[in-house]
């Protein structure tokens, strides 16, 4: 087993000596030892590397704090041999894109506030996922499909997500799209970013002979949500014959949380604080490149 102090930013690459030098030396004065300093990235990610638990938790405590009055990421992980992981499953909405890709249809139909302040409530955990869901999608109800085509052209790949997929991929992993969004977006990013699989759940669509298609504001049962996103993670380990230590998730919201509480690395990713409690990684100032640096990659070993 071996320990990590993972410190990230990517949103201002502001890590520069002052910080790397306050560090090494509050740990040296705390535990009496030089302990490696590893550079991921050039003033984004950094690692001091550890064979056994000599940081306790005055110390954890300094550099957490330290480094959130930078707005600098700081995680403490720990990993056996398995660091680099063989399975990634992924989020979709928040996650790998920018969008809440209900929300953008909600726009595209002028009842975007209707459906955000569902979505809201779901993400937080306020109500079930399954309730918000059939409630947005009921909204959805009598307008062309043509929309769905629309959003395609709309959405924003989150940065790092290409290289994330790409890099997995390359290292020999399976890569998962699972949301609880939709088939035809979650299968449009399949394509583009090159996912082993994606799951989802799909629109109903009422087609009828000289009229354009429409959307019935129903989806096809079952639904995916929480408690399927953990049985694809354990559907996967199964198939691929692979252990709990083999699996990194990640997620942003309250329907991620059982995923992310099975998986070795359970990422949030700018994440509600319902997640963040669940989580033993997270990321606020750091892109999706930040899950690679969790894996101990560094940017030479970084596929873009």
Known sequence: MEFYILITDTKECKINNFILDSISGYIEASTGKKILLRELSSNKAYEWVFSKTIIN???????SNFLSSHNIDCNFIKSDKNRKKKLLLADMDSTIIEEESLDQLGKLIGKEKNIIEITED??????????ALIRRVAMLKGHSADILGLLKEKININVGAKELIKTMNFNGS??????????FLTEHL???????????????????????????????EPILNKNSKLEYLRMYIEKYRLNDTDTICVGDGANDIEMIKNADFGVSFNGKKILDQEANIHFKNTNLRGLLYAQGYSDKEIIK
Do not use: C, R
């Open 57 to 63: 938790e005055e110390t954890k405590n300094w550099i």
């Open 122 to 131: 779901a993400m937080n955990g306020i109500i079930d996922f399954e309730e």
């Open 174 to 183: 399976k890569t998962i799209l699972v949301s609880g969004g939709f088939t």
């Open 190 to 220: 399949k394509s583009i970013l090159g996912f082993t699989y994606a799951h989802a759940n799909s629109l109903e669509i009422i087609q009828q002979k000289g009229i354009l298609p429409i959307l019935s504001g129903k989806v096809i």
